[in-house]
């Protein structure tokens, strides 16, 4: 499986934005990752197979959303209140595994950037 992120760009805070992973085939669990050099990877949130299991990282709930559409094996990643604090590579992965920890997806796409200005 490829995974193609995009969306990311340039925002000020207080925006929007959406972020997409379009998947080659089918997919189970997806994840959306960030980092933001020097920090470490960050989970930001998973979703499973059928939509109905989301999780959060605590920085990003109540303002990020995770959706998928699964008949474009797209998984989407709604980003509202954008915080300057939020700017990072965005990523997205895949894998078998309802899990926040990046060594438990086997496919990774290359990731979009998202900067936020105060």
């Known amino acids: 499986v490829q995974l193609q992120a995009c969306g990311g760009g340039l925002v000020q805070a207080g925006d929007s934005l959406r972020l997409s992973c379009a998947a080659s085939?089918?997919?189970?669990?997806v994840s959306w990752f960030r980092q933001a050099p020097p920090k470490a990877q960050e989970f930001v949130a998973v979703?499973?197979?059928?939509?109905?299991?989301?999780t959060y990282a605590d920085s990003v709930k109540g303002r990020f959303t995770i959706s998928r559409d699964n008949a474009k094996n797209t998984v989407y990643l709604q980003m509202n209140s954008l915080k300057p604090e939020d700017t990072a590579v965005y990523y997205c992965?895949?894998?078998?595994?309802?899990?926040?920890?990046?060594?438990?997806?086997?496919?990774w796409g290359p990731g979009t950037p998202v900067t936020v200005s105060s």
């Open positions: 992965a895949a894998g078998v595994s309802y899990t926040q920890y990046g060594g438990g997806y086997d496919y």
């Open positions: 085939g089918r997919t189970y669990f």
């Open positions: 979703i499973s197979w059928d939509g109905r299991s989301t």
